[in-house]
């Protein structure tokens, strides 16, 4: 069964740092880009950052530019977003998501929540 | 700000048919036609049901279908089911590998 599993989430506290991960199983990961999107409580899906199959280019959004990373190991199967520099509008649920050669999410993970307070 | 605009909330009745729309705001966005639609049950992960404007994925319902005209995508969803009440989200690429989702829409069957 293809499918990716997150986890990493907590609380952490404003300008703290938090690393979640990303197992997938069931499909080729090198393959394929991979997709961070986030969704705060009460909110609207948001893009956070992707990053190609081999991991060398990455991309994020205006919101996280300079405050995350991504990253990836596909010889361990498995991806990365680095959130440093927190605030408490990051609070949301964290997704991984497959990304498609038609750039669409296929396959999402079940979240993982990230609560940014003091 | 979010470049696509969808409706909060849209109904039917089983059987009936109902279409969401989702209006590109920015130029950019409009220029590929690269537009997805996920649904999302409450509490749960997105589940893709459309992909580049009107294709299905393998096990999505044929009576999920997309469109696009113009600036604006949609949506429709004919022979609703109580099933389908969820939360309906397009997404559309943005160039330079960035994405944009639209606000969402609560699609209530009554």
């Known amino acids: 069964e293809v499918q990716l599993l997150e986890s990493g989430g907590g609380l952490v506290q404003p300008g703290g740092s938090l690393r979640l991960s990303c197992a997938p199983s069931?499909?080729?990961?090198?393959?394929?880009?991979v997709t961070w999107v986030r969704q705060a409580p009460g909110k609207g899906l948001e893009w956070v950052s992707t990053?190609?199959?081999?991991?060398?280019?990455?991309y994020f959004a205006d919101s996280v530019k300079g405050r995350f990373t991504i990253s990836r190991d596909n010889s361990k199967n498995t991806l990365f977003l680095q959130m440093n520099s927190l605030r408490a509008e990051d609070t949301a649920v964290y997704y991984c998501?497959?990304?498609?050669?038609?750039?669409?999410?296929?396959?999402w993970g079940q979240g993982t929540m990230v609560t940014v307070s003091s | 700000q979010s470049a696509l605009t969808q409706p909060a909330s849209v109904s039917g009745s089983p059987g009936q048919s109902i279409t969401i729309s989702c209006t590109e705001t920015s130029s950019d966005v409009g220029t590929y036609n690269l537009v997805s639609w996920y649904q999302q049950h409450p509490g749960k992960a997105p589940k893709l049901m459309i992909y580049d404007v009107s294709k299905r994925p393998s096990g999505v319902s044929n009576r999920f279908s997309g469109s696009k005209s113009g600036n604006t995508a949609s949506l429709t969803i004919s022979g609703l089911q109580a099933e389908d009440e969820s939360d309906y989200y397009c997404c559309s690429y943005a160039g330079s590998s960035t994405w944009v989702f639209g606000g969402g829409t609560k699609l209530t069957v009554l």
């Open positions: 069931g499909f080729t990961f090198s393959t394929y880009a």
């Open positions: 998501a497959k990304t498609t050669a038609d750039l669409a999410f296929d396959i």
């Open positions: 990053i190609s199959g081999s991991g060398g280019s990455t």
